[in-house]
C-alpha cells in the first residue's frame, strides 16, 4: 500500500519522506532497503524520531500516520502539535480500529485524537465515513481503498493447476466461508481441483484429497498463483462485511491478473464490481459447483476482461496518489462511495 503510493506520488514530482519503526521482524524481511522513489528512513525510539525529523515535520505540507504505527498514540500527538501543514491518519483496517477503540484499546489512536487529524483516510468506505465525521468528529473522513500495482499484477497465461483458489490467513471468523464455498464444493465435485494458501490453519482440519494447501506462498508467487486458478475465491472478514465498503487488495489483484473472481456477499461489493458481469456473488456451494462446472468459457473470459478493464480504471497506485492528492488540497477526488 505505502509503497505503491510513495512510488507514484514521487512519479508524480512532490518530494515524499517515509519514516518507519525499526522493528526486529521487519528488518529480518526487508526486501527493499533502499526504494528507488522517494526517500525512506528508519528510526528506532520515538525521542530520535522526534530528535532527527522535527524539521521535516514543521515544513511537510502533509504529514500522514498510518494504523498500527508502534506508540502511535504518542506520535499522533507530537504530530497534531508541531507539524506545519495538513495532518492526516491512515486507516488500512478501520472495522479493526473502531472495534478497539469501542472496548477501550488506545494501541495506536486514542478517540480524542480523530477530530485532531485534519483528515481522516479510511479502508472502508459508506457509513462508516459519516460515523467517522458525526459520532467521532473528524473533520474529513475519506475512503482510501487499497490498490493494485499493475507492473506486479497482470495476466500470465499458464496451464489452469486449479477450478477454484483461495489465498488468506486463517482467521476464526473467515474459516465458515472458506468451508461453505470451498471445501464443501470440493467433497461434493471429485474430479474438480482446489487450493487453499496461507499460514496458520490449524492442523485437525480434514482437507479432502482434491485440494491442494500450501502454509506459504511468497509475495513473489501471487501472480503465478492468481493465474494458474480458473477462478479465484475471496472471503471477507467478519468486521469488514459488517461495515461493508471494506475491498480487499486481494479482489483487486485477482482481477489485475485477468482471474476471475466468486466472492461472499457485503454491502458495496457493487460498487466496486458489477456482479454477473465483472464477479460472482456466491451464496452457497451450489451455486459455487454451477458457475465452476456449467458458465461457458466465452462468459468467464469475458467476466474477468471486464473486471480487469474496471480495476486497471479505477483502483491502482497511482489513483491512490491522485485521490490522496486531491483530499489533500480539498478537491474530493473519490472514484467510489
Known amino acids: ?17 517515509f519514516l518507519e519503526r525499526d522493528q526486529p521482524w521487519y528488518a529480518a524481511h526487508r526486501d527493499l532497503p533502499d526504494p528507488p522513489y522517494g526517500r525512506t528512513e528508519l528510526y528506532g525510539s520515538l525521542d530520535e524520531l522526534r530528535d532527527r525529523f522535527a524539521e521535516s515535520l514543521r515544513t511537510a505540507d502533509l504529514v500522514i500516520v498510518g ?20 495532518t492526516a491518519f491512515y486507516d488500512i483496517d478501520t472495522p479493526v480500529t473502531l472495534a478497539k477503540l469501542a472496548r ?31 459520532e467521532l468528529g473528524s473533520p474529513r473522513a475519506r475512503v482510501l481503498y487499497c490498490s493494485v500495482d499493475p507492473l506486479l499484477y497482470h495476466p500470465d497465461p499458464q496451464p489452469a493447476a486449479w477450478d ?7 482467521s476464526d471468523d473467515r474459516q465458515p466461508g472458506v468451508d461453505r464455498l470451498l471445501l464443501q464444493p470440493a467433497r461434493t465435485w471429485a474430479a474438480g481441483r482446489f487450493t487453499v494458501a496461507g ?3 490449524p492442523q485437525d482440519i480434514d482437507w479432502p484429497a482434491n485440494v491442494d494447501y500450501q502454509p506459504h506462498l511468497a509475495p513473489a508467487e501471487h501472480r503465478a498463483f492468481y493465474n494458474r486458478q480458473r477462478f479465484t475465491l475471496n472471503i471477507t472478514r467478519a468486521d469488514m462485511v459488517r461495515a461493508g465498503w471494506s475491498p480487499s487488495v486481494r479482489l483487486f489483484e485477482a482481477a489485475a491478473c485477468g ?8 454491502a458495496g461489493l457493487d460498487t466496486l464490481f458489477v456482479p454477473g458481469r465483472e464477479i460472482v456473488i456466491a451464496e452457497s456451494a451450489a451455486h459455487v459447483l454451477a458457475v465452476l462446472r456449467d458458465m461457458p468459457e466465452e462468459h468467464r473470459l469475458l467476466m474477468a476482461d471486464r473486471a480487469r478493464r ?18 489533500a488540497l480539498d478537491l474530493d477526488v473519490e472514484t467510489a462511495p
Request: glycine share 14%; no cysteine.
Open 164 to 170: 477454484l483458489g483461495y489465498m488468506g490467513t486463517y
Open 259 to 266: 482471474t476471475p473472481i466468486v466472492s461472499d456477499r457485503w
Open 1 to 17: 500500500t505505502f509503497r505503491g503510493l510513495v512510488r507514484e506520488l514521487d512519479a508524480a514530482g512532490h518530494d515524499v519522506l
Open 67 to 86: 494504523s498500527f504505527v508502534p506508540q502511535g498514540v504518542q506520535v499522533g500527538e507530537w504530530v497534531q502539535g508541531e507539524a506545519g501543514g495538513l
Open 199 to 201: 499460514p496458520q490453519y
Open 310 to 327: 474496471r480495476v486497471l480504471a479505477e483502483h491502482t497506485a497511482a489513483h491512490r496518489a491522485a485521490q490522496l492528492v486531491g483530499y
Open 104 to 134: 477501550g484499546d488506545h494501541e495506536y489512536l486514542r478517540p480524542d485524537q480523530i477530530a485532531g487529524y485534519g483528515l481522516y483516510l479510511s479502508f472502508t468506505g459508506g457509513p462508516t465515513l459519516r460515523r467517522l465525521e458525526n
